[in-house]
C-alpha cells in the first residue's frame, strides 16, 4: 500500500465542525473593527525575504530562525530572488501602504486576517501555520488612537465572550532614547558576561534589549538589577505614555506595567501591549502590539507614524466559550423517497430557501430508503423532516415531522409548507 501523506507537523486542517467557532469569532471581528471605522486590506502570502529582514530584525527569532525562504525561479539573465511565506502582517501591510499610496499625508484604519508562518516548535497555542487577524492606523501620532486599539480589543473580547485576560503595557520610547537605554544594558550585561548564556551573549552586541525578555531562570536575578527603561525614557514619550495610561483609567480599563516587555520584533518605539491569559500554559500572548513610528520610512515611504497589533485567532479560539459559535445544523431535511418525490422535494427546497433566506434546507441525496434517510436526517441534527413518498405526491401534501421534539408529525398541503415551518422553526 502507498504511504499516507500527512499534513505538516503544526500546520493544521480546520475540520467541518470547527469552521462554525472561526466564523463567529471571525464575524464579530468584522462587526467591531467595522464600528470603528476600520477597512480591511488584503496582502500576499509571499514576498520578499528582504522585507521581513528589513522591519522585523535580522537578529530576530523570527527572521533567523523561523522563516519558510526560498530562492524563486530566475531567468537566463537574473538569479532567482530571495522570497518568503509572511511571518506576520505588519511588513506587507507597509509595504502595500508605501506601494498604493496610502499612507502619505492621511490617516488610515485598516485589518487584515490570513495565515502566517513561523517554523516553531508545535506545542499547545503554537503552530508552523497559525492564523493573526491584524489591525493598524497610520498618520495618528497622539495616544489617542494607541487607546482606541486598545479599547476596540477590551470591546471584543467582551462580544467573544473571553474572560479573564491581562493587559500589559510598557513605552520603549523614541528610537533615540532607545538608543542610550541600549548602551546602558550592554555595558551593565558585559559586566556580567561570563553569568549570561550562549543565546543572550549573542544578543549582547547586536540585540541587547532582548536578554530582558530571556525565559532562562538562571538569568531572572541580573535581569532584575539591570538599568531600567521606564528611567531612561524621553520626556516626550513619558508624557505620550502617561495621557495613554490616563484614558485607559477614565475608561475603567485594567492593566500592568510591565518594564520587561520589550517584544520580539524590532520595529517597535514607544507604547507597547499584549493581552495575556493564564489558561494556555507558555503560550500566554493572546493580542500584541505596539507603536512602530519609524517604520515606513525604513521601508522607503515618508516619514509616518503608525500603531497595530495583531491577535493570534487559534489562541482566542481555545479561550471562546462553547455556547458561542453559530449553529451550523440545518433546519430542515428533505426524505424524499423515489424518484417523482425526488424531483418535487428538490423545488420545494429551491422555493423554502427563497420564502427564508436564514433557513438551512438539506435535500437527501443519494436516495435510500425512509430508515436510512431518516438516519442521515437524525445525524444532520436538523429540527425539522418534510417528508415525500407515493401517497403525499398524489394528494400534493408533505409530512412535517418534529425530530428534537417529541411532537407529533402532521401532513399539510404544499401551499402551506412554509406558513407551518415558520411556527415550527419559531
Ligand atoms: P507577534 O507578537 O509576533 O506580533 O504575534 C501576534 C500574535 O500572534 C501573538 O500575540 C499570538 O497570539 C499570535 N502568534 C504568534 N505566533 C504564533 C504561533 N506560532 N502560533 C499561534 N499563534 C501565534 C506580530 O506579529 C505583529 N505583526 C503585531 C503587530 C501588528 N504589531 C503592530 N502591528
Redesign the pocket.
Given at each position: 500500500m502507498a504511504e499516507k501523506l500527512q499534513a505538516i507537523r503544526?500546520m493544521n486542517d480546520i475540520l467541518p465542525g470547527e469552521s462554525a467557532r472561526w466564523q463567529f469569532l471571525e464575524q464579530a471581528v468584522r462587526d467591531v473593527l467595522d464600528q470603528y471605522g476600520y477597512q480591511e486590506m488584503r496582502m500576499p502570502l509571499v514576498e520578499k525575504t528582504a522585507l521581513f529582514c528589513r522591519s522585523i530584525g535580522e537578529v530576530t527569532d523570527?527572521v533567523e530562525k523561523e522563516m519558510y525562504t526560498w530562492q524563486d525561479r530566475g531567468s537566463d539573465k537574473k538569479e532567482g530572488e530571495l522570497l518568503s511565506l509572511r511571518?506576520?502582517?505588519?511588513?506587507g501591510?507597509v509595504r502595500a501602504g508605501i506601494q498604493q499610496g496610502l499612507l502619505v499625508n492621511q490617516q488610515q484604519r485598516v485589518w487584515y486576517q490570513g495565515p502566517?508562518f513561523?517554523r516553531?516548535r508545535p506545542q499547545k497555542?503554537?503552530?508552523?501555520q497559525?492564523?493573526?487577524i491584524?489591525?493598524?492606523a497610520f498618520g495618528i501620532e497622539g495616544p489617542d488612537i494607541d487607546a482606541e486599539l486598545i479599547l476596540l480589543t477590551a470591546r471584543l473580547w467582551q462580544r467573544l465572550g473571553i474572560k479573564g485576560l491581562r493587559l500589559e503595557l510598557n513605552s520603549l520610547g523614541t528610537s533615540e532614547s532607545r538608543q542610550q537605554y541600549r548602551e546602558q544594558l550592554v555595558n551593565y550585561f558585559s559586566g556580567h558576561i561570563d553569568q549570561l548564556d550562549e543565546d543572550s551573549k549573542r544578543r549582547l552586541e547586536s540585540n541587547p534589549l532582548r536578554i530582558l525578555d530571556s525565559k532562562n531562570p538562571a538569568l531572572a536575578d541580573i535581569i532584575a538589577a539591570a538599568p531600567s527603561l521606564p528611567d531612561s525614557l524621553d520626556d516626550e514619550s513619558k508624557a505620550h505614555f502617561a495621557a495613554l495610561c490616563a484614558v485607559l483609567d477614565n475608561a475603567g480599563i485594567d492593566y500592568e506595567l510591565n518594564p520587561r516587555l520589550v517584544?520580539?520584533?524590532d520595529?517597535?518605539s514607544r507604547t507597547v501591549f499584549?493581552?495575556k491569559t493564564d489558561q494556555l500554559g507558555a503560550?500566554d500572548?493572546?493580542?500584541?502590539?505596539?507603536r512602530?513610528d519609524g517604520l515606513v520610512e525604513q521601508l522607503g515611504g515618508r516619514s509616518t507614524t503608525?500603531?497595530?497589533?495583531?491577535?493570534?485567532?487559534?489562541?482566542?479560539l481555545a479561550l471562546m466559550p462553547e455556547t458561542n459559535e453559530r449553529d451550523a445544523k440545518p433546519h430542515v431535511y428533505m426524505v424524499l423517497v423515489g424518484d417523482a418525490a425526488q424531483a418535487k422535494g428538490v423545488a420545494i427546497a429551491e422555493a423554502l430557501r427563497s420564502h427564508q433566506r436564514a433557513w438551512r434546507v438539506l435535500v437527501n441525496a443519494g436516495g435510500g430508503s425512509f430508515k436510512a434517510q431518516f438516519k442521515r436526517a437524525d445525524k444532520s441534527g436538523a429540527a425539522v423532516a418534510v417528508v415525500i413518498a407515493e401517497s403525499e405526491l398524489e394528494n400534493d401534501t408533505v409530512v412535517v415531522k418534529p425530530l428534537l421534539t417529541d411532537q407529533e408529525q402532521q401532513t399539510v398541503p404544499v401551499a402551506a409548507l412554509a406558513d407551518t415551518l415558520e411556527q415550527q422553526l419559531a
Open positions: 503544526g523570527i511571518p506576520e502582517g505588519t511588513a501591510c502566517m513561523r516553531e497555542g503554537r503552530y508552523r497559525f492564523h493573526q491584524g489591525v493598524e517584544r520580539g520584533l520595529y517597535y499584549e493581552w503560550q500572548a493572546v493580542c500584541s502590539g505596539g512602530y503608525a500603531v497595530g497589533f495583531a491577535m493570534g485567532v487559534e489562541r482566542l
